[in-house]
């Protein structure tokens, strides 16, 4: 029978040919982040390493390598890293096996129309198949020579979606790895770039399309369908020397061409893959993971990062946050702001992507005038200028022989200095658990006032009065709050409104330009006698005193890495509280209204992956419902405080992760 297929899914039963190797599965974890994996007991192996020795069977060195591939990818939760991809393989680019990902993997070298190095006898390009890149993924190799002769070190291929040196696909997220693949079109934004991976068995027919990445353990060299391999002199060993191909299967062709594959040859760099029954020409043993299990286990690895986020928040605080209520989750950041009293729904973050800001309230209160307010008239109190096409010399009165006043007088500031922006209107940005970073806002304030013109003929002679003119004069308060710090450096503390908002007051406002305000004045209606390049500035004022701001309305979330956002997962990631656990009760545990999930009892909180959209599902609507984004029971969970097991198996009808609090 041909090799086993591994299931990387925990939740799905393992075939029989692998139940007797359970320990090993056990302890090589889906979380092998790091690199350090202990195989003492079973393979020899350091307790701080993965190791590849000459004595392990060729199912142990696979297992180690899918593992350790595994890890690698559930394991990029770096600002800057992207769960689900994959390393590249380590090929014959540099001449050499030295256990790091090369550039001969999707490098651009001889591009052709698909997207895909060309395939040139003198390419060492060799679509994404290499060995294992042991250096990059942690693991040590014992008693092996570099070309590695005797086929010891797996050899490995990788989808072009997933490697990590591939920009093509924009996102990489449950719904887009579901798509259909578009075939070969670069940049893509809602479907795989490239077609998938295959592997056929050996009667023809295929297992999967949808594959991630193929490993295969050669065995000694054969004289296999098509060549007989050698791995001595020169060139340096290639894939065929290797790998093996079988005959084409003879009911080859009274399969769909949908259900078979083109190639059955591991060396034929098709990006198709055979496993067979071992012979005497074919002795390769192969296993693979589907995209599919791939994203499982990257889902609950993200449904795990939000749940220590919020075990991390409520530590800090005291209790969770609010939660936004469930909506279309492209509107950002609104989609993810939290409204009190929600106890279910999308979850609130706080991204270094400049896109995550949100609308804030600001009240100020600066004090006394200090030696640095500045409050002037910014021009004449009799400002004088050309009108009447520059043939005249025009100023302006409040009467006949009265200057205009300072509009912005000491009085007048004062009551600025204390005020507030009545609406939501600032935009900030999460810094870090102290400190905001927000724009300038302005608003202004406007009334009719009208003037006395009086004028003269341009340079020369005396002002006479000529008529009377209406203009508005605007006010305009400027508030830039840039770099806004909590209070002696300390957290940012609850203003008392349900801990859906958090506020800050500090005691020093150094710095020019944190208020300002400046009147202008400018004539209206047609057949205005002046020259308008410019409106009149009739005062200005600011101010760098010492005083209070409170800042309202500041969102004060868990701090998530940037791809969060930039891979779209903040849009697949629902939540629920407990009520014992509401924000509203304080908190961050349950007594009598815990939730339950599968064997799990006493659960403050679950956090659920949506994963891709099902029939029927459409979560980019204004209408958008609970039943949009998960299945049952977890979409009627919150009524009935019990939700899905954790390790229920994803079907056709159901799409959801769950992850618990406390687990």
């Given at each position: 029978?041909p090799?086993?297929?591994?299931?990387?899914?925990?939740?799905?039963p393992?075939?029989?040919?692998?139940?007797?190797?359970?320990?090993?599965?056990?302890?090589?974890?889906?979380?092998?982040?790091?690199?350090?994996?202990?195989l003492?007991?079973i393979?020899?192996?350091?307790?701080?390493?993965?190791?590849?020795?000459?004595?392990?069977?060729?199912?142990?060195?696979?297992?180690i390598a899918?593992?350790?591939l595994l890890?690698?990818?559930?394991?990029?939760?770096a600002?800057?890293e992207?769960?689900?991809?994959?390393?590249?393989?380590?090929?014959?680019?540099?001449?050499?096996?030295?256990?790091?990902?090369?550039?001969?993997?999707?490098d651009?070298?001889?591009?052709?129309?698909?997207?895909?190095?060309?395939?040139?006898?003198?390419?060492?390009?060799?679509?994404?198949?290499?060995?294992?890149?042991?250096?990059?993924l942690g693991?040590?190799?014992?008693?092996?020579?570099e070309?590695?002769v005797s086929?010891?070190?797996?050899?490995?291929?990788?989808?072009?979606?997933l490697?990590a040196?591939?920009?093509?696909?924009?996102?990489?997220?449950?719904d887009?790895?579901?798509?259909?693949?578009?075939?070969?079109?670069?940049?893509?934004m809602?479907?795989?770039?490239?077609?998938?991976?295959k592997?056929c068995?050996?009667?023809?027919?295929?297992l999967?399309?949808?594959?991630?990445?193929?490993l295969?353990?050669p065995?000694?060299?054969?004289?296999?369908?098509?060549?007989?391999?050698?791995?001595?002199?020169?060139p340096?060993?290639?894939?065929?020397d290797?790998?093996?191909?079988?005959?084409?299967?003879?009911?080859?062709?009274a399969?769909?061409?949908?259900?078979?594959?083109a190639?059955?040859d591991?060396a034929a760099?098709?990006n198709?893959?055979v496993?067979?029954?071992?012979?005497t020409?074919?002795?390769?043993?192969?296993?693979?993971v589907?995209?599919d299990?791939?994203m499982?286990?990257v889902?609950?690895r993200?449904a795990?990062?939000?749940s220590?986020a919020?075990?991390?928040?409520g530590?800090a605080?005291?209790?969770?946050?609010?939660l936004?209520p469930?909506?279309?989750?492209?509107?950002?950041?609104d989609?993810?702001m939290?409204?009190?009293?929600t106890?279910a729904?999308?979850v609130?973050f706080?991204?270094?992507?400049?896109?995550?800001r949100?609308r804030?309230?600001?009240n100020?209160s600066?004090?006394?005038?200090?030696?640095s307010?500045?409050v002037?008239?910014?021009?004449?109190?009799?400002?004088?200028?050309?009108?009447?096409?520059?043939?005249?010399?025009?100023?302006?009165?409040?009467?006949?022989?009265?200057?205009?006043?300072?509009?912005?007088?000491?009085?007048q500031?004062q009551?600025?200095?204390?005020?507030?922006?009545?609406?939501?209107?600032?935009?900030c940005?999460?810094?870090?658990?102290?400190?905001?970073?927000?724009?300038?806002?302005?608003?202004?304030?406007?009334?009719?006032?009208?003037?006395?013109?009086?004028?003269?003929?341009?340079?020369s002679?005396?002002?006479s009065?000529?008529?009377?003119?209406?203009?508005?004069?605007?006010?305009?308060i400027?508030?830039?709050?840039?770099?806004?710090q909590?209070s002696?450096?300390?957290?940012?503390?609850?203003?008392?409104?349900?801990?859906?908002?958090?506020?800050?007051?500090?005691?020093?406002m150094?710095g020019?330009?944190?208020?300002?305000?400046?009147?202008?004045?400018?004539?209206?209606g047609?057949?205005?006698?002046f020259?308008?390049?410019?409106?009149?500035?009739?005062?200005?004022?600011?101010s760098?005193?010492?005083?209070?701001m409170?800042?309202s309305?500041?969102?004060?979330?868990?701090?998530m890495?940037?791809?969060?956002?930039?891979?779209?997962?903040?849009?697949?990631?629902y939540?629920?509280l407990?009520?014992?656990?509401s924000?509203?009760?304080?908190?961050?545990?349950?007594s009598a209204?815990c939730?339950?999930?599968?064997?799990?009892?006493?659960?403050?909180?679950?956090?659920i992956?949506?994963?891709?959209?099902?029939?029927?599902?459409?979560?980019?609507?204004?209408?958008?419902?609970?039943?949009?984004?998960?299945?049952?029971?977890?979409?009627?969970?919150?009524s009935t405080?019990?939700?899905?097991?954790?390790?229920?198996?994803m079907?056709?009808v159901?799409?959801d992760?769950?992850?618990?609090?406390?687990?």
């Amino acid at each position: 029978m041909p090799t086993p297929v591994s299931s990387p899914d925990c939740r799905k039963p393992w075939p029989a040919g692998q139940r007797g190797i359970v320990l090993l599965l056990i302890v090589l974890s889906m979380l092998a982040i790091g690199g350090a994996v202990l195989l003492t007991g079973i393979v020899g192996g350091s307790s701080v390493e993965r190791r590849i020795v000459e004595g392990a069977s060729a199912d142990q060195r696979l297992l180690i390598a899918r593992d350790a591939l595994l890890g690698w990818a559930v394991g990029n939760i770096a600002d800057t890293e992207r769960p689900g991809r994959l390393p590249v393989p380590d090929t014959l680019q540099n001449s050499n096996y030295d256990g790091k990902s090369d550039t001969g993997c999707l490098d651009g070298a001889a591009v052709a129309t698909n997207g895909l190095p060309a395939l040139t006898t003198s390419s060492a390009n060799y679509r994404c198949i290499g060995r294992i890149p042991w250096s990059v993924l942690g693991i040590t190799q014992d008693g092996i020579d570099e070309y590695d002769v005797s086929g010891l070190v797996p050899w490995y291929a990788v989808s072009a979606n997933l490697a990590a040196n591939n920009t093509c696909l924009n996102y990489l997220n449950p719904d887009t790895v579901a798509a259909t693949p578009v075939s070969f079109v670069c940049p893509s934004m809602t479907a795989p770039p490239f077609p998938w991976l295959k592997v056929c068995d050996q009667t023809g027919k295929l297992l999967s399309d949808r594959v991630a990445f193929v490993l295969i353990m050669p065995g000694m060299p054969v004289t296999t369908v098509g060549r007989t391999q050698a791995r001595t002199g020169s060139p340096r060993p290639q894939p065929k020397d290797y790998l093996d191909a079988i005959a084409t299967p003879a009911g080859w062709s009274a399969l769909p061409a949908a259900e078979r594959c083109a190639t059955y040859d591991n060396a034929a760099l098709s990006n198709e893959f055979v496993t067979a029954d071992a012979t005497t020409t074919f002795n390769d043993r192969l296993m693979y993971v589907t995209v599919d299990d791939l994203m499982a286990r990257v889902e609950q690895r993200v449904a795990q990062q939000v749940s220590a986020a919020l075990i991390n928040y409520g530590s800090a605080y005291g209790r969770y946050p609010w939660l936004a209520p469930v909506g279309n989750p492209t509107s950002i950041p609104d989609a993810f702001m939290t409204v009190s009293g929600t106890t279910a729904g999308l979850v609130p973050f706080h991204s270094t992507v400049s896109a995550q800001r949100f609308r804030t309230e600001l009240n100020w209160s600066i004090g006394t005038t200090s030696t640095s307010d500045i409050v002037s008239p910014g021009i004449s109190s009799s400002p004088s200028f050309l009108c009447f096409g520059g043939i005249y010399q025009c100023r302006l009165r409040t009467t006949a022989g009265l200057a205009i006043p300072r509009t912005v007088t000491t009085a007048q500031f004062q009551a600025l200095k204390v005020s507030s922006v009545a609406t939501p209107s600032l935009q900030c940005a999460y810094s870090s658990m102290n400190q905001l970073d927000c724009d300038a806002y302005s608003y202004s304030q406007t009334q009719a006032v009208s003037y006395l013109v009086q004028r003269r003929t341009c340079c020369s002679g005396t002002y006479s009065n000529y008529g009377t003119y209406v203009g508005t004069q605007t006010r305009t308060i400027t508030i830039a709050p840039s770099g806004i710090q909590a209070s002696g450096g300390t957290a940012f503390a609850s203003d008392g409104s349900g801990f859906v908002r958090r506020s800050l007051t500090t005691a020093s406002m150094s710095g020019t330009g944190l208020l300002g305000a400046v009147d202008r004045w400018s004539p209206t209606g047609s057949g205005a006698p002046f020259d308008l390049s410019s409106s009149m500035q009739t005062g200005s004022a600011s101010s760098s005193g010492s005083g209070v701001m409170a800042m309202s309305n500041v969102r004060v979330y868990s701090p998530m890495p940037a791809w969060y956002v930039n891979e779209k997962w903040n849009e697949f990631i629902y939540a629920a509280l407990s009520p014992d656990a509401s924000p509203a009760v304080g908190g961050t545990a349950c007594s009598a209204n815990c939730f339950t999930a599968g064997a799990r009892t006493g659960l403050n909180a679950v956090v659920i992956s949506a994963g891709k959209s099902l029939a029927g599902q459409n979560r980019y609507t204004a209408g958008t419902t609970v039943a949009d984004f998960i299945e049952a029971p977890n979409a009627t969970g919150t009524s009935t405080r019990t939700f899905a097991d954790p390790h229920t198996a994803m079907t056709a009808v159901y799409a959801d992760t769950v992850s618990t609090i406390p687990r």
